[in-house]
């Protein structure tokens, strides 16, 4: 690799102005062929979208001149041309507010003291200074004290967080190619039913009765008694009454006062579940739900409860298909089972652990909804979100009764849910794996609440391997499972897993491979095709104005970022197309109105990041769009899956570019971290007081964030490795806001105390300020030997006398230690290797989805012989051959091994930030445009070389900087 290291950094910056960079090479084609060329397009005076937007949807001719006026500055039209930047870097940051004081290592000039002027000295894994002072490879720099910190948020929308984008470097898209062509249009064949598609004709639609008033989220329709199922009987309408205005309507806003109190009650519980959608998906599903509940009821017919118990003391008594089938068509309506529904049913009716992978909407949900009719006991159903368990309830015939237990109920919600499933009244229980962090939930299974089945929805999540890999589900084992909640049947869905998901899922649920029941992933209506695309927004708005897509009435387009959902959906409407963006930063009201307009097809379009979708049922989306490159296979498989469940032909189409991969392939790195901060966590985790042993420990989330420049999800997945690897070593507890703040009002705090053991030692252990007592929880529940929860029931207890008032904050993660590891350093090279190769299996997942595009336009043609712009065998063929084989092995990348400039322009870079503290990791992450909970996007994009090297692999990156980052220490040493 060439260096510049030499060079005396008297320039500003040793790249040279982007546009004399050698431009990108388009991917290789291994086929002689010609590429396929574009298909004209008949010139459209008018878009013949239906339903035909009306008027209030639609931008009027001002903001159409509107958005082409602003268009100069609007970056979609004129990108931040990196080479039109100034040479100058920008001034150095002031460095204090980012000197953390618990990053060891901070840049320091050597000192001009000749007798310390010698460099390091090489020894293993760290740096011997001749006075004997270590030094990581990473160059060694000394501590300085940070004040404050802004903490970044990120813009990417994934459930599982798995990577993130920077705020602050909205990369527009390139609006280069002046042809008015798009790259890509599709044949124009009339969406008709797919033959053989293997998904039947509904007969009946089912209805969305709702069971549960309980659960706070489902909103609730009266039904005359004398159509209600009593195979269990809930009498739960008093509690949905609470919800029925006077014009007879479940009342939203009474709903949504009700949500947020449960939500804040949860905080001051601790309990975390995860996800911030499932508060506002109640919010979200809502409306539509009443709305199909109104449409089904109307058609409902008249429902035969005496025929209805005859037909499940049948199918109990003899599980035969003929029963079978009898009882799925007296419960949904439906004349037969999909391919693999009754197979599965069979299993799992005999009491067989089964592994079920069916194509998103073949009907994976009635594969438990039916047995649970059977089985004695309760079907408990773990679902990795909120929105997806809300869903799955409100799905569930009205024979069927479930229940939910979430963080967004308030206590008395729970415990009326626990009730009713300890009458045996409920059924089908929807929990989050969080709950199994829960004691209290635990107890609930005794001898008297028996659970005959456990469910794993979105089973992928529990393999590391996987494209969405949820800590929370590792606790989802068999032998804990059968330990905790004596069951012995587990039924693992999901959609999307490759060989290598598959085999690490099955075996953590201990299914044997023969209760394997896999079918095609992806049903054969889709038409798939792919383009390369130089201005995807152009081409984006041609294809949906195309003639094939003349009959499409619903389309989504996927995004990854969310300020491309809402730069989109504002250029449709623009351009007469009614849209709407919608991601996780949209007030939930507002989500829950865009849900509502797509479903009742007030608008064509939702443009959305992966937030939207999930449970998503919607029968005729004709057209998903990538606008953005998936991640993984699985993720494109699963987001194409949303489209033609209504059996007809649909329109998968995907856009990549080359930018757009280096963009994605750099936020593969952001959750990546070094030994040494995993040792130093772990030192911290395993505090030395030994006193705290077997007591509650607590690492505040935020805090610890920063002072390790780690995501809070890889903490999460450090510690629960910690639990559940192959050494228990720790004991998580349910997350806890820890800092109490107390103030008292009737009775003196040490006249309380006289009477009160737990105010005596609040009072002993807490700091006053401004007459406010301000404690740890888990310090004074340690000093009075109770738990967190026993403490927080007390303090509101007190509360509800209006003895005191308290707020709580830092939310932390507590566990107990069970066992000190031996040796902390192995035990750290163990897990960042671990997590390395996590983060690898991710890299390899984007390449993989790449070159399967790459090969789709380049080598399509050739493989099937002339397509028409089409690449459904060609990219069917490439995901089968994944999902089959293992995905462990290499995958070519496209990735640049070096650069001229790149030495040079770290060097410049160190120079001008020469008060900041640097790791080859943060340095790298810094060229790679990558924020961290250290580096903040919001300070560091700043800098003239944020993102420049997205092309060169991370990992070169983080080489280039290791080495300058030692120049640096060197030179000032000498
Ligand atoms: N045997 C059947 N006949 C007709 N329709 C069915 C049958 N089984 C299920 N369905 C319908 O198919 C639709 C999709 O079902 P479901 O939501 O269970 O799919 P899924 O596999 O869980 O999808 P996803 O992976 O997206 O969650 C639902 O509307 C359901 O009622």
Not at 702 to 724: G, H, I, Y
Not at 943 to 953: A, K, L, P, Q, S
Request: hydrophobic share 35%; aromatic share 8%; proline share 7%.
């Amino acid at each position: 690799m060439e260096s510049s290291s030499d060079s005396d950094g008297s320039h500003i910056s040793a790249t040279p102005p982007r546009n004399t960079k050698p431009s990108r090479q388009r991917p290789p084609r291994p086929s002689p062929q010609p590429q396929p060329q574009p298909k004209p397009l008949e010139p459209k005076p008018e878009p013949k979208l239906k339903p035909k937007p009306k008027p209030a949807l639609l931008p009027s001719h001002k903001s159409i001149l509107r958005f082409r006026a602003s268009s100069k500055s609007n970056p979609i039209s004129e990108p931040k041309n990196p080479s039109s930047e100034p040479t100058r870097p920008d001034p150095p940051p002031d460095p204090s507010p980012l000197l953390s004081p618990t990053l060891p290592y901070q840049i320091c000039r050597w000192p001009s003291d000749p007798s310390r002027a010698i460099p390091p000295v090489d020894s293993g894994d760290t740096l011997l200074t001749p006075q004997g002072r270590h030094f990581y490879k990473s160059p060694s720099f000394s501590k300085i004290r940070r004040t404050t910190i802004n903490f970044d948020s990120f813009e990417d929308d994934e459930p599982s967080s798995s990577s993130s984008a920077p705020k602050s470097q909205p990369k527009a898209e390139n609006g280069g190619s002046d042809s008015s062509v798009p790259d890509w249009v599709p044949p124009e064949p009339k969406r008709e039913v797919a033959s053989g598609s293997g998904v039947s004709a509904i007969a009946v639609k089912k209805r969305f009765d709702l069971v549960g008033g309980n659960v706070p989220s489902v909103p609730v329709k009266f039904r005359k008694s004398g159509a209600e199922g009593n195979f269990v009987k809930l009498n739960l309408n008093r509690r949905k009454r609470k919800f029925v205005n006077r014009r007879g309507n479940s009342s939203s806003s009474g709903r949504r006062k009700f949500y947020r109190k449960g939500k804040r009650k949860l905080k001051s519980q601790g309990e975390n579940e995860g996800e911030t959608v499932g508060e506002e998906d109640e919010l979200v599903t809502d409306a539509i739900v009443q709305q199909q509940n109104r449409k089904q009821d109307s058609k409902r017919p008249k429902f035969d409860t005496e025929l209805f118990e005859e037909a499940v003391l049948a199918a109990r008594n003899e599980p035969s298909d003929e029963n079978l089938v009898k009882l799925l068509s007296l419960t949904y309506g439906y004349d037969s089972f999909r391919d693999g529904q009754l197979e599965a049913i069979k299993m799992v009716l005999e009491g067989k652990s089964t592994m079920l992978v069916l194509p998103t909407g073949a009907g994976k949900s009635l594969c438990y909804q039916l047995p649970s009719i059977i089985l004695p006991g309760v079907t408990l159903v773990v679902s990795p979100l909120i929105a997806l368990m809300i869903d799955q309830l409100k799905q569930l015939p009205h024979m069927i009764r479930g229940g939910l237990l979430s963080s967004s109920q308030r206590p008395e919600e729970a415990s009326e849910t626990i009730r009713l499933l300890q009458q045996g009244a409920i059924k089908v229980l929807l929990v989050s794996p969080e709950r199994f962090l829960n004691a209290e939930f635990l107890s609930i299974f005794s001898a008297t609440t028996v659970i005959s089945l456990v469910v794993v929805d979105e089973a992928h999540c529990i393999s590391e391997w996987s494209h969405n890999f949820r800590p929370s589900f590792m606790r989802l084992r068999a032998s804990l499972l059968r330990a905790k909640l004596n069951v012995n049947c587990i039924l693992a869905m999901t959609a999307t897993a490759t060989a290598t998901t598959l085999g690490s899922v099955m075996s953590a649920l201990e299914i044997p491979p023969t209760n394997l029941i896999q079918k095609a992933i992806l049903r054969d209506n889709l038409q798939l095709s792919v383009s390369l695309s130089r201005n995807r927004m152009k081409d984006l708005l041609m294809l949906i104005k195309s003639t094939s897509f003349t009959d499409v009435q619903s389309i989504i387009i996927y995004c990854k970022f969310q300020f491309e959902t809402e730069m989109i959906s504002r250029y449709l409407c623009d351009n007469n197309i009614s849209a709407k963006s919608y991601h996780s930063g949209i007030p939930a009201k507002d989500r829950s109105r865009v849900q509502e307009l797509f479903f009742t097809n007030k608008i064509c379009v939702v443009v959305a990041t992966v937030a939207f979708g999930m449970g998503l049922d919607k029968r005729d989306i004709g057209a998903v769009i990538h606008y953005t490159l998936p991640e993984s296979l699985e993720e494109y498989v699963q987001e194409i899956g949303r489209a033609g469940r209504d059996g007809r032909l649909s329109y998968c189409h995907l856009y990549f570019d080359e930018d757009t991969y280096f963009k994605l392939r750099s936020l593969m790195y952001s959750d990546g971290v070094d030994e040494y901060v995993v040792n130093k966590f772990l030192c911290q985790v395993f505090t030395s007081d030994e006193s705290l042993h077997g007591k509650i420990c607590s690492l505040v989330k935020e805090t610890a964030s920063r002072k390790f420049d780690m995501k809070e999800e890889v903490m999460l997945t450090l510690l629960t490795q910690l639990e559940l690897g192959e050494v228990r070593y720790l004991h998580l507890l349910p997350e806890l806001n820890v800092t109490c703040t107390l103030n008292f009002h009737k009775t003196s705090p040490v006249l309380l105390a006289g009477n009160d053991a737990v105010v005596a030692a609040i009072l002993k252990r807490s700091e006053t300020k401004q007459g406010q007592y301000v404690f740890d929880i888990p310090t004074v529940a340690n000093s009075i030997g109770v738990t967190a929860t026993i403490l927080s029931n007390h303090l509101q207890n007190l509360k509800l006398k209006g003895e005191v008032t308290y707020e709580v904050k830092d939310q932390a993660y507590c566990y107990t230690i069970v066992e000190v590891p031996a040796d902390l350093c192995s035990l750290s090279a163990h897990l960042t290797k671990w997590l390395s190769e996590v983060e690898s299996c991710k890299v390899r997942k984007l390449d993989t989805m790449f070159n399967a595009a790459v090969f789709a336009v380049n080598a399509c043609e050739k493989v099937q012989g002339g397509c028409d712009g089409q690449h459904t065998l060609c990219l069917q063929r490439n995901i089968l051959q994944y999902f089959n084989e293992d995905d462990n092995s290499e995958v070519p990348n496209k990735m640049g091994k070096d650069s001229r400039f790149l030495r040079a322009d770290i060097k410049v870079f160190l120079q001008s930030n020469s008060q900041a503290k640097f790791t080859p990791r943060a340095v790298a992450r810094i060229m790679h445009g990558i924020a961290s909970p250290s580096y903040p996007s919001t300070f560091w994009s700043k800098t003239h070389f944020w993102g420049r090297y997205t092309n060169i692999d991370f990992q070169v990156v983080m080489e280039a900087a290791k080495a300058e980052l030692i120049n640096f220490v060197r030179k000032d040493a000498v």
